[in-house]
């Protein structure tokens, strides 16, 4: 069982950046590939970027390469969004997920609570 934590969502203005943090329990972190994921009201959860275990395989959805940058620290049980040149249609509840592969195809073994995403005009 894995547990995930997210914080550093909050307010910012269009053109400011935030930075999610993931906190991960238990000891296997590092042999999970991490990824964000988002869900507007009234949409489907959507994909935002993956990092393999190593953190050396990354993938990102079209919407935000560029612009937004996933990372992560083993020795901390942490995986970070970094978030640049953010836009109002980035607002949105963030949510961190565990996964087998670092692709937008696979199915989350394990979801954080989320936290909100919100970028003013």
């Known amino acids: 069982q894995v547990q995930l934590v997210e914080s550093g969502g909050g307010l910012v203005q269009a053109g400011g950046s935030l930075r999610l943090s993931c906190a991960a329990s238990g000891r296997t972190f590092s042999s999970y590939a991490m990824g964000w994921f988002r869900q507007a009201p009234g949409k489907e959860r959507e994909f935002v970027a993956a990092?393999?275990?190593?953190?050396?395989?990354?993938h990102y959805a079209g919407a935000v390469t560029g612009r937004f940058t996933i990372s992560r620290d083993n020795a901390k049980n942490t995986v970070y969004l970094q978030m640049n040149s953010l836009k109002p249609e980035d607002t949105t509840v963030y949510y961190c997920a565990a996964l087998d592969v670092p692709s937008p195809a696979t199915m989350p073994r394990y979801w954080g609570q989320g936290t909100q995403v919100t970028v003013s005009s």
């Open positions: 990092v393999s275990g190593s953190g050396g395989v990354t």
